[in-house]
């Protein structure tokens, strides 16, 4: 990733990454990638950032700002899913 994934405006779809690796002998699926390599990126020194054209290595500030943001509006999509959860609950009468 650092030769081709480096700054957000080299952001590389997961589907390629995917297919590099198992083309070099690292089985993963799409789903593993997330699950593993993405996630535990997320708590290390390094950040493997995401925006809607793919993967990236954070560059710059304006890297940060757009991984930031990708993660705001993840976040306010999945509080919009917990909310009509809560709500449809409630229509029922069960408080959770």
């Not at 390599?37 to 890297?63: H, K, M, P, Q, Y």
């Amino acid at each position: 990733m650092m030769n081709h994934a480096l700054g957000r405006r080299n952001a590389v779809p997961i589907s390629v990454i995917v297919e590099y690796l198992n083309e070099n002998g690292i089985n993963i699926t799409y789903n593993q990638f997330q699950q593993t390599v993405l996630s535990e990126s997320r708590g290390s020194d390094f950040f493997i950032a995401t925006c809607n054209r793919g993967c990236f290595l954070i560059d710059t500030i304006d890297d940060a700002r757009e991984g930031k943001s990708f993660f705001e509006e993840k976040i306010a999509k999945q509080q919009a899913h917990l909310d009509n959860l809560v709500q449809v609950a409630q229509n029922v009468g069960w408080t959770i």
